[in-house]
């Protein structure tokens, strides 16, 4: 690398420039948010006057108070956002923490087991965090929407008291899984994980109980009157929501996890330290990825029954203004895969041997960007006047195709198996298959890949012949055919590779700094995508506070641009990320070494090392 | 250190693209559906509110009242209404007063008025009680201090069909048009009586339909009744009857059928009853 | 698809295989070539605002493929560093830090210069329905309501001809002008409007809604489009003013015969 310096005032005009260029855009931007939020608290004001004197006669007819500045709605759904984060945080690690531990002890390897503790000692914080955040949660709830938490315990009142209680369970387990690590026998210490991840899983499905009621209420009169609670739990998307945040939970956990690896890689001092957390990035990632790919088919689900419970809701989801969220989801998922990807194929550098593989990134990248595209163009388009005609009506005749269902589950399909392509890759990096049947194993499993691909595409264009029920039908054969092509292609993979020659070492450490930004990169988008997805849950029952029972009247009641939404969303991971940053320099605390009088700072930490001798394969 | 702060910075820009990617979708604020909505839990001030939207629109009252304004008027000016309703008829409190004035508007003519205003809890206007309330919340707004709540009563309380909760709006919309009524039945049911006389030459809040029929062609009387404005019979002022048939709803709910009836009976109206 | 724009940049791309350039002159190439293949090679054009979106992925996927390989990377880099502080670049780079805001002058120039437009609106094409409405004075439930007349289908095929042939009549007596005789949305007077008059035959159209959302189109038209759907100037009239229910019914049921689609069923009920 050269010397020579670059001059200062050349960087700084460049700077300048860029500045310059983009300042313009961000200032229209900025009006629009500044007239958003002029507008609202002119509405907030208006419904703050004449208000009659409170007395504990009349205290229970007030329906809203107003939260300064920002407002009640946004107060209430940024805690409520960060309650979430920090609960998946809390509910997901122990899940795979569970895995890890599980690997360790079939294996008998002991740097499973390291692992899944060093995961595990980012819970107790975190776990503090997530009450802290429900209680303030609960009390701004009762504050500033005290009818609609009312109206909501009179459903509810049953679900409470069991709810608090299995709080004492998980705390309990939570912290004998955590301080009792080594300490018993690693049945019992596999028996407490089990335990602790059904606690924290049954707390999930009731809060769930809860929020899915206010979006499909079910369980009660027409008045809104309670006919069943075991109705008003058993709603139409509380199954749904269960699954999909039980997978993405698992996909946000370990991202988080892998940004903790990537942050102890960067500021590690020794080689031993570096192959450690760099191989925590590594199942981190590994964890989240596996998690992703179901996760697409859990939200069709969803998705289904909101169309099954009203035909209405399900246009609000992917018709009206919400059909645009979409698009900016598109974009966030289109980035995980390209990260994903983008982090195995750089990390195939500390393999020696994954050389042989680079030639096939380009194409793997092609696919990747098609895909993205196309999951990422709209149905309806943002046209001038003047280009509509030029198309012939609001639908691009070619991109109009692209815009739909069928479209976009090709797309998705087909992300997945060139994800999965590229893990087959870097698995087989430094190994050299030595079995007779090798060539043939590999046309094999080619072949399974071609028919996989064009039997996938083939349903996604016959989707446009058939009627919708067929259509959404066709999902199904697609995913399982993409299924039977990993699991078959693994099976093959397995034998093939038994007794595989090595060409090198994985060179664990040895991974170029990018690749972990790569990390962050997905944890931030994860987390990002985790708040918008929020967003639309709850934004779907536009002026409702329960769909079609009881109507939100507040001056917050209109349902607020996209724009604004994701500046309340990018606050709500800003404010995350700095809770975690607190988070992992807490449980970094612990590794290092006591403070001494007279020295004035503290040892480099010594924890790692430890446990990271046994970091290379 | 210098890692943590360069990890923020990327977190701080990944973020800040996510934001830029939002801006760049359609922006679109949807707000509720506007209803009006009685609800008993009303206090004073909303009341005020709903009542000024139905005097300037379902009401219809700002087609013969003004606000503000003196001079030589047709109909009392409302401008000073809550100052001076409780001092018309000694004894008789404003929320009496204003309600009677609503009810039973000919009891008590204001000195130097002449009778005309139709009855207002009933067809074509048909306000409920709950929205007469609104009103006289509103009416005691201009010029004094409301103090009626939804819970107040008076003499005439009870006397309009009771408020359903439902929206105003719907409720008007969604009156039934399909069953078969001959000439006077159409004229009755859009309450055309309440303006127009048709078995006397007497003036009322509009002309006499008397002897129509002499008088205006068949294409005039479709013209005066799609387009009231266009010609304006002497003596009466523009704009009373267009603004009362859109406040009620009336070319929402009329069919064309129902129009060649109607038409047909004020042809058959030649004044010699 | 625009053959004559897409064949010579292929043609190019090919010729550039014999070349010898770098990573950086072939992402260059790359990226021209994907930027002239989406503004051009398409037909009809795309949206600008398309355009941008693609190219934006375009780019992403671009700089992935430049940082992943680290010999790549340090080849950028030392290029980089060497423009900025070799003697011999420094005209070049004089003439850039020069160019740089000449070009976003221009680019704002350019924006100024435009002759006003109306803006470009990203409408709601399917706006959500509400849960029921209200026909001449008849409640009509738009969640669980079916056509009254599908079902004569399989039960009376012969009644089912009947409502088939008044929903033709009523389809030609009415409709034809705007959504034209092959329900293309091309009729006589289609061309006047903005937005364009619905495309039947087009499978995202009427093929993706259950028959009683059409039913709600048709008898409110465009006054009764909620407001999130605006901007909106659509000329579609409010037909309950001048069809009967069962003509409504019936031209529905025509609409699907004709057009071979099949409406959305309900989805069932767990």
């Not at chain 1, 209680?165 to 407490?192: C, D, N, Q, R, T």
């Not at chain 1, 639908?395 to 269902?405: C, F, I, K, N, S």
């Not at chain 1, 996989?452 to 009627?467: D, I, K, M, Q, R």
């Not at chain 1, 170029?512 to 967003?535: I, N």
């Amino acid at each position: 690398m050269s010397k020579r310096k670059i001059p200062f005032y050349i960087i700084s005009l460049i700077v300048v420039v860029s500045l310059a260029v983009s300042i313009k855009n961000v200032a229209e931007s900025w009006q629009l948010q500044r007239e958003l939020a002029r507008a609202q608290s002119v509405a907030g004001e208006a419904a703050q006057q004449a208000g009659p004197q409170i007395t504990p006669e009349n205290s229970h007819t007030v329906e809203y108070r107003k939260f300064p500045f920002v407002g009640s709605r946004v107060a209430v759904w940024v805690i409520a956002e960060l309650h979430l984060m920090f609960a998946a945080f809390v509910l997901a690690v122990p899940m795979f923490a569970l895995i890890i531990e599980l690997i360790g002890y079939y294996t008998k390897d002991k740097r499973y087991d390291h692992l899944a503790y060093e995961f595990t000692k980012l819970l107790s914080t975190s776990f503090s965090f997530t009450a802290s955040l429900g209680a303030l949660l609960t009390f701004m709830l009762i504050i500033y929407y005290p009818k609609l938490t009312t109206y909501l315990i009179a459903i509810f009142s049953p679900t409470f008291l069991p709810y608090v209680l299995l709080f004492f369970a998980e705390a309990g387990f939570l912290y004998a899984y955590y301080y009792g690590w080594g300490k018993f026998s690693p049945k019992v210490h596999i028996a407490l994980g089990v335990a602790l991840n059904l606690v924290g899983t049954t707390i999930m499905f009731i809060a769930n109980a809860w929020l899915t009621f206010m979006n499909t209420p079910a369980g009660i009169n027409e008045s809104g009157g309670l006919l069943s609670v075991w109705g008003a739990i058993t709603n139409f998307t509380w199954m749904p929501i269960n699954i999909h945040r039980l997978i993405a939970n698992v996909a946000f956990g370990g991202s988080i996890a892998a940004a903790y690896g990537a942050y102890k890689f960067l500021g590690a001092r020794s080689e031993e330290e570096k192959a450690h957390y760099d191989w925590m990035g590594y199942v981190g990632n590994f964890i989240a990825i596996a998690a992703l790919l179901p996760l697409p088919f859990a939200g069709y689900w969803l998705g289904k029954e909101i169309y099954a419970y009203s035909q209405s809701l399900g246009i609000v989801l992917m018709g009206g203004t919400f059909s645009w969220l979409f698009i900016i989801q598109a974009v966030l998922i289109g980035n995980l895969f390209l990260a994903a990807n983008y982090y195995l194929w750089v990390s195939m550098e500390r393999i020696e041997g994954a050389q042989r593989f680079r030639k096939f990134i380009k194409y793997l990248l092609a696919s990747i960007t098609v895909c993205f595209i196309v999951w990422a163009t709209p149905h309806s388009l943002v046209a001038t006047v003047e280009e509509a005609r030029r198309m012939g009506g609001s639908h691009h005749p070619m991109l109009g195709v692209l815009g739909v269902m069928s479209a976009k589950n090709t797309a998705v399909n087909i992300l997945i198996l060139t994800t999965y392509i590229s893990f087959l890759l870097y698995r087989r990096g430094n190994r050299e298959a030595t079995v007779s049947w090798a060539k043939l194993g590999n046309t094999v499993q080619f072949l399974i890949f071609a028919v996989v691909v064009s039997f996938v595409v083939f349903l996604g264009v016959y989707g446009y012949f058939v009627e919708a029920k067929v259509r959404i039908g066709l999902s199904v054969p697609q995913v399982l055919s993409v299924l039977f092509a990993m699991i078959s292609v693994t099976v093959i993979d397995i034998f093939m590779f038994k007794n595989a020659k090595s060409i090198g070492p994985i060179r664990w450490g040895k991974i170029p700094a990018r690749a972990q930004y790569a990390l962050f990169f997905l944890a931030v988008t994860f987390t990002w995508l985790m708040g918008l997805m929020g967003y639309v849950r709850a934004g779907l029952r536009q002026h409702w506070h329960v769909y079609g029972v009881m109507q939100d009247t507040s001056p917050d009641a209109f349902t607020p641009t996209l724009g604004f939404a994701s500046g309340v969303v990018s606050v709500t991971v800003l404010i995350f990320f700095t809770f975690i940053a607190i988070v992992f320099w807490l449980s970094g605390l612990s590794g290092k070494k006591d403070w001494e009088a007279g020295t004035g700072k503290t040892a480099p930490s010594k924890g790692g090392l430890d446990l990271a001798e046994e970091g290379q394969s | 250190m210098k890692n943590a702060l360069a990890i923020f910075g990327f977190t701080v820009i990944v973020t800040l693209f996510y934001w830029y990617v939002g801006q760049q979708v359609p922006q679109k604020e949807t707000y509720p559906p506007k209803t009006l909505e009685i609800r008993p839990d009303l206090n004073t001030a909303e009341m005020v509110e709903i009542g000024k939207e139905i005097v300037s629109g379902k009401g219809t009252c700002l087609s013969c009242h003004t606000m503000g304004q003196s001079g030589s008027l047709r109909f009392p000016d409302l401008g000073n209404i809550g100052a001076v309703a409780g001092t018309h008829k000694p004894g008789v409190s404003d929320v009496e007063y204003l309600a009677e004035s609503i009810y039973d508007p000919n009891a008590f003519i204001v000195e130097g008025f002449l009778p005309g205003m139709p009855v207002i809890h009933k067809p074509p206007i048909s306000l409920n009680d709950d929205e007469i309330l609104c009103v006289i919340a509103y009416l005691q707004s201009l010029g004094g201090t409301p103090t009626v709540t939804m819970q107040t009563s008076h003499k005439f309380s009870g006397a309009a069909p009771p408020s359903q909760g439902a929206p105003a709006a719907a409720a008007a919309a969604g009156a039934a048009v399909s069953e078969n009524l001959d000439g006077p039945g159409i004229f009755a049911k859009y309450g055309c009586m309440a303006c127009h006389s048709v078995d006397s030459p007497a003036k009322m809040v509009g002309p006499s339909l008397y002897d129509v029929g002499k008088r205006l062609s068949k294409a005039e009387m479709y013209e005066s009744i799609l387009d009231p404005d266009a010609k304006i019979t002497a003596g009466y002022p523009a704009g009373v009857m267009a603004a009362t048939l859109k406040g009620g709803g009336f070319y929402e709910k009329v069919s064309s059928k129902d129009l060649n009836i109607l038409v047909d009976y004020l042809v058959s109206l030649k004044g010699n009853k | 698809m625009n053959y004559l724009v897409l064949a010579p940049i292929v043609l190019v791309m090919i010729a550039l295989r014999f070349t010898r350039l770098n990573i950086l002159g072939w992402l260059a190439v790359w990226w021209i070539a994907a930027y002239l293949a989406i503004s051009y090679g398409i037909e009809p054009p795309l949206p600008s605002s398309i355009i941008g979106m693609f190219m934006g992925i375009v780019t992403l996927a671009l700089l992935a493929y430049l940082t992943v390989r680290t010999d790549d990377m340090n080849f950028v880099k030392r290029a980089a560093i060497r423009f900025l502080t070799d003697k011999k670049y420094t005209l070049p780079l004089a003439l850039t830090v020069i160019a740089l805001p000449l070009l976003a002058a221009f680019n704002v120039y350019l924006d100024a210069a435009k002759a006003p437009q109306p803006p470009a609106a990203g409408r709601t094409v399917h706006p959500p329905p509400p849960t029921e409405i209200t026909f001449k004075g008849k409640k009509i439930d738009l969640v669980n309501g079916v056509n009254p007349y599908r079902e004569l289908q399989a039960e009376d095929p012969e009644a089912f001809r009947a409502h088939l042939a008044n929903g033709r009549k009523v389809y030609f007596q009415n409709c034809v002008f705007c959504h034209g005789d092959n329900m293309e949305g091309k009729g006589l007077f289609a061309h006047a409007f903005d937005p364009l008059p619905a495309n039947f035959q087009d499978p995202t159209t009427i093929a993706m809604l259950q028959e009683t959302y059409l039913f709600w189109r048709i008898a409110k038209g465009a006054p009764g489009l909620p407001e999130e759907s605006t901007p909106w100037a659509s000329a579609m009239p409010a037909w309950e003013h001048f069809l009967s229910e069962e003509e409504i019914w019936d031209v529905i049921l025509f609409m699907y015969e004709y057009t071979g689609h099949k409406p959305r069923e309900k989805e069932e009920v767990h």
